[in-house]
């Protein structure tokens, strides 16, 4: 098993910044894949970003040029750092990490909240 501490969540206004920490209570290694994902109401998750261990990151097309997702191994913490934010990025942000084998496991953290509003 695993626990996430996920923070950095708030309030801020379009055009602002945050960034997000996801600490997790064993090492990052130990997974193949760490990521955010994001829900807004009445939608379903979505993915955000994904990096791997070998450092292949993947971005959601409404994100690219403005999200950063980063890893520090040694805090065994992944980052997401958001640019440019508008109204469409509020939604609930949820830290993920993967495992592919001997199954298909997703671990996922508590979620923080991330309103964009004037």
């Known amino acids: 098993q695993v626990q996430f501490v996920e923070s950095g969540g708030g309030l801020v206004q379009p055009g602002g910044s945050l960034r997000l920490s996801c600490a997790a209570s064993?090492?990052?290694?130990?997974?193949?894949?760490m990521g955010w994902y994001r829900q807004a109401p009445g939608k379903q998750r979505e993915l955000v970003a994904r990096i791997s261990n070998g450092d292949i990151i993947n971005y959601a097309d409404s994100v690219k040029g403005r999200f950063t997702i980063s890893r520090d191994n040694a805090k065994n913490t992944v980052y997401l750092t958001m640019d440019s934010l508008n109204l469409a990025d509020t939604a609930v942000y949820y830290c993920?990490?993967?495992?592919?084998?001997?199954?298909?496991?997703?671990?996922w953290g508590q979620g923080t909240q991330v309103t964009v509003s004037s």
């Open positions: 993920n990490a993967r495992v592919f084998a001997p199954r298909l496991t997703d671990y």
């Open positions: 064993r090492s990052i290694f130990s997974f193949n894949d």
